[in-house]
C-alpha cells in the first residue's frame, strides 16, 4: 500500500488536478481564458464573407486575443498552461500565414480599416513584416514554452512584430 496502490494513483489521476489552496478566482479567469483563445481561434479562422477587410480584422482580433492570454501567463495573471499557450501561438501563426490575402488593391478605402496606404506603396516590406511574424510564431511553437518564464523572451520577439508592423503599417484612424 501507500505510494504505489495503483488504486490511489487512479484516484489522484481522476480528480481534477486542482491543489487545495488553489485560488477559486485564478480558476474562473483560467476558464474564462479557455473561452477567449477558443473564440479567438475562431474568430481567426472565420472569413467576412467577401469582405477582406471585416477578414483581415477578425484575424487579427484573434491575434489579440492570443496575446492577452499569453501575456496574463507571463505575468501570473492566469495559470500556465502549456496547451493553451501552444493554442495562442498556434491562432497567431494560422493568421500570419493567412493575413496577407487579405489586402488586395482597393480594400485601404473602407471607412473601418485602419490599415495605412502605405501598405500598398510598400507591399514586399508589407509581405516581410508579416513573414518575419510568421516565422517567429513557428519558432515559438517549434520551442513549445513549458513554463510563464519561457513566455517572457517569446512575448519579446512576437510582441516586438506587433509593434513594429503597427507603426509602419497601420494610421491610429
Ligand atoms: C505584419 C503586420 C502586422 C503584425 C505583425 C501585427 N499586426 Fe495587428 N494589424 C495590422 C494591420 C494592417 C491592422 C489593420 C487592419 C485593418 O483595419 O484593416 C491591424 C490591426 C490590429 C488590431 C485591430 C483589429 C480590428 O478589429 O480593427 C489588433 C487588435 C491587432 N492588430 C493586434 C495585433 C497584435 C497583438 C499583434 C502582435 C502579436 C499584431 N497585431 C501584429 C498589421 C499587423
Redesign the pocket.
Known sequence: MGRNCPAIEQTRLAAPAVPREYDMKKLVIASILTATLTAGAALAASHGGDDP?AT??NG??G??LA?GALAGMAKGEVPFNDKQALAALKT?NYV?TT?GAHFPEGSDMGAN???APK?WEDMEG?MA??DK?KMDTAAAIEAAPASAEALGPILGS??G??KS??EA??VSN
Request: proline fraction near 0%; charge should be positive; charged fraction near 10%.
Open positions: 477587410i483581415r480584422k487579427m482580433q491575434v489579440g496575446m497567431m500570419f493575413f480599416t485602419t490599415a501598405i508589407f513584416a508579416i511574424a512576437v510582441g512584430n506587433c508592423c503597427h503599417f497601420r
